[in-house]
């Protein structure tokens, strides 16, 4: 029996660069690199399609995009608007579907009910939610549609005809549909695996669906073979439970604050919002990672331990005792970045019975227990008044310095609250 279509998956195509375009009606129909920072150091994080048709692409160094894209204009991201847009575009989704779940900045998907399933029906549904973008949110930017079986498919779907697409993957067009697009166009397979692929003679896509599950269950070294075999066909399977291994950020320095007195406060800053993160998700972290990226030679990075915790202060210490370790210490620094591993579910946790404060070696303790109570009460009281007020109404001494030098960023995973615009 035929799967019927179950899953309607939506991408904002070159969102931040059409924001962008939104933003400005001069930058329409021209190329527009977005960077983080305004430095020829920099990178791409978005580019319109007028850009991609010359090669940039997201990571494309500012400098080789000019050369690349002679007449690109490069503009300096704005995370408080794709933020703010970001929610109209949900809204507007809703209007016509109930939205399941918001996967990143820029992609959705939604569960087709069983009365909403015949592809008529489905196209439809995907042509009212352009239609309601357009009218709602701007007729600058545009929105790929994929319906499918699954929601893997759905999404692969929504990437076979951008920009502004609409494409429908029915069962019994596969695997046939498939064939023409490439390996890495399928959402799992990176340069390495795509190099493990090849190794075992999976060299393109038709190979690839024509592959017998022991081969899948081979190449990718367990289930996730086996998960694959069956989305390929357009079964759905239950997805797996995912746990966070890791949460951090990094920042590029702009020329004028590569100097380490004014690295430091930016990495405070990325420490202060990694940790107001774990208690939102009721994480404690026991390992914290410091990056550093010099302007004239290698990166370095160390890491240090800790029992179990979420106070900002302990970690402080922690990065702060990293960053007097680091490699020539007045070496011009050209990104920051800082890691917390180890990472455990409040809820999870058994508290040390018995705690040193005198650890020796790599291990720090994160202090008595009364110091613990003060810490969480000393954080709950500054995420509260900055949830409510905006992260600028307070925040500790050593961000002082970093208050316009590090400005939101927004992850693939993770998006900001449209509130904090002043981070």
Not at 9 to 24: G, N, P
Not at 389 to 396: E, L, P, S
Request: a neutral charge; glycine letters at 6%; proline letters at 6%.
């Amino acid at each position: 029996m035929e799967r019927p279509l179950t899953a309607l998956f939506i991408d904002c195509d070159s969102y931040f660069a059409s924001v962008e375009q939104h933003l400005d009606p001069a930058l329409r129909g021209r190329p527009v690199g977005v960077a983080p920072v305004m430095a020829e150091t920099s990178c791409c994080i978005a580019a319109s399609y007028e850009a991609k048709a010359f090669g940039v692409k997201t990571g494309t160094r500012v400098s080789d995009a000019r050369a690349m894209c002679p007449g690109i204009v490069i503009v300096e991201a704005k995370p408080p608007e794709y933020i703010r847009l970001h929610h109209r575009v949900i809204a507007a989704v809703e209007d016509c579907i109930h939205v399941e779940a918001v996967l990143s900045i820029d992609e959705m998907w939604a569960w087709l009910p069983y009365n909403l399933r015949e592809p008529a029906t489905v196209e439809a549904i995907g042509n009212k939610i352009k239609a309601t973008v357009a009218r709602d949110v701007s007729p600058v930017i545009k929105v790929s549609i994929g319906a499918g079986p699954n929601k893997y498919l759905a999404k692969i779907a929504s990437k076979m005809r951008k920009p502004d697409g609409l494409c429908l993957i029915e069962q019994h067009q596969l695997p046939e549909l498939l064939h023409p697009l490439k390996l890495r166009d399928f959402t799992g397979i990176g340069s390495s695996m795509e190099a493990r692929l090849h190794a075992v003679g999976i060299r393109s896509v038709a190979r690839l669906c024509a592959a017998t599950k022991p081969e899948l269950h081979k190449a990718w070294g367990g289930v996730l073979g086996d998960r694959l075999w069956h989305l390929l066909r357009g079964d759905e399977i239950t997805e797996l439970p995912s746990a966070r291994k890791s949460l951090g950020h990094s920042h590029v320095l702009p020329p004028d604050s590569r100097v380490p007195a004014k690295a430091w406060p930016v990495l405070c800053k990325l420490l202060h919002k990694a940790c107001e993160r774990l208690r939102a998700e009721h994480l404690l972290t026991a390992s914290l990672t410091l990056q550093v990226s010099f302007v004239r030679g290698p990166s370095w990075s160390a890491d240090a331990h800790t029992v179990e915790t979420d106070s900002t202060l302990t970690l402080m210490h922690l990065m702060e005792r990293l960053w007097h370790e680091r490699p020539e210490p007045g070496c011009l620094i050209l990104k920051v970045g800082m890691v917390l591993t180890r990472l455990c579910e409040q809820g999870n946790h058994t508290p040390q019975l018995f705690r040193d404060d005198h650890d020796s070696g790599d291990d720090v303790a994160a202090g008595s227990g009364s110091d613990i109570a003060k810490h969480q009460r000393l954080d709950a009281a500054l995420d509260k008044l900055r949830a409510r007020y905006g992260r600028k109404v307070i925040y500790y001494g050593s961000v002082q310095e970093s208050r316009d030098t590090a400005p939101m960023r927004i992850s693939f995973t993770h998006i900001p609250d449209a509130g904090l615009e002043g981070d």
